[in-house]
Antibody
Framework: EVQLVESGGGLVQPGGSLRLSCAAS????????MHWVRQVPGKGLMWVSR????????AYADSVKGRFTVSRGNAKNTLNLQMNSPRAEDTAVYYC???????????????WGQGTMVTVSS | QSALTQPASVSGSPGQSITISCTGT?????????VSWYQQHPGKAPKVMIY???NRPSGVSNRFSGSKSGNSASLSISGLQAEDEADYYC???????????FGGGTKLTVL
């Protein structure tokens, strides 16, 4: 069964740092591009970041560029999101999501993880 | 404010059909056939229902269909069932630095 499980969420102070992880199983992780999408509870979805299957190509939403860093460990089937200098407006549920086909830079996601909640507050 | 515009809510009775619209620009919906639709039940992760405008992933009911005209896309659901009650989000590739944009979501109520 294809599965994505996020972890690392919690309470973080503005200006602090937090590292989210996404453990992948049930598929050949190293062949899939991966994304992070976030959702403020009760609100809509917002794309955050993308990383290529080999980890070389990355992209970020303007609102997180320069503060967040996406990475992956293909040997450990893990996707990461390093959140530096978070702001109150970064408070959201963070989902990792896989593109649908291997070696493909698609823009639709299947499946998604269950999400991990990040709260930025002093 | 979301990049793509959706109605906040739609409703229908069991067995009826509904359509949810999604309006963007020539930089996203109008310029590329990379529109997808997601269903999200409360407390759950989104699930893709339509990709590349009008394609259904394996396992998704054929009651769900998608289309596009100009800068607007639509999701149609026929034969409404109670289990269809959820939030629906459209999404599109965009040729801006954002890469992927979402609509604000539409709450579907099955009366």
């Amino acid at each position: 069964e294809v599965q994505l499980v996020e972890s690392g969420g919690g309470l973080v102070q503005p200006g602090g740092s937090l590292r989210l992880s996404c453990a992948a199983s049930g598929f050949t992780f190293s062949t899939y591009w991966m994304h992070w999408v976030r959702q403020v509870p009760g609100k809509g979805l917002m794309w955050v970041s993308r990383i290529s299957s080999d980890g070389i190509t990355t992209a970020y939403a303007d609102s997180v560029k320069g503060r967040f860093t996406v990475s992956r460990g293909n040997a450990k089937n893990t996707l990461n999101l390093q959140m530096n200098s978070p702001r109150a407006e970064d408070t959201a549920v963070y989902y990792c999501a896989r593109v649908a086909s291997p070696y493909s830079n698609y823009y639709w996601f299947d499946p998604w993880g269950q999400g991990t909640m990040v709260t930025v507050s002093s | 404010q979301s990049a793509l515009t959706q109605p906040a809510s739609v409703s229908g009775s069991p067995g009826q059909s509904i359509t949810i619209s999604c309006t963007g620009t020539s930089s996203d919906v109008g310029g590329y056939d990379f529109v997808s639709w997601y269903q999200q039940h409360p407390g759950k992760a989104p699930k893709v229902m339509i990709y590349d405008v009008n394609n259904r992933p394996s396992g998704v009911s054929n009651r769900f269909s998608g289309s596009k005209s100009g800068n607007s896309a639509s999701l149609s659901i026929s034969g409404l069932q109670a289990e269809d009650e959820a939030d629906y989000y459209c999404s599109s590739y965009t040729d801006t630095s954002t890469l992927v944009v979402f609509g604000g979501g539409t709450k579907l109520t099955v009366l």
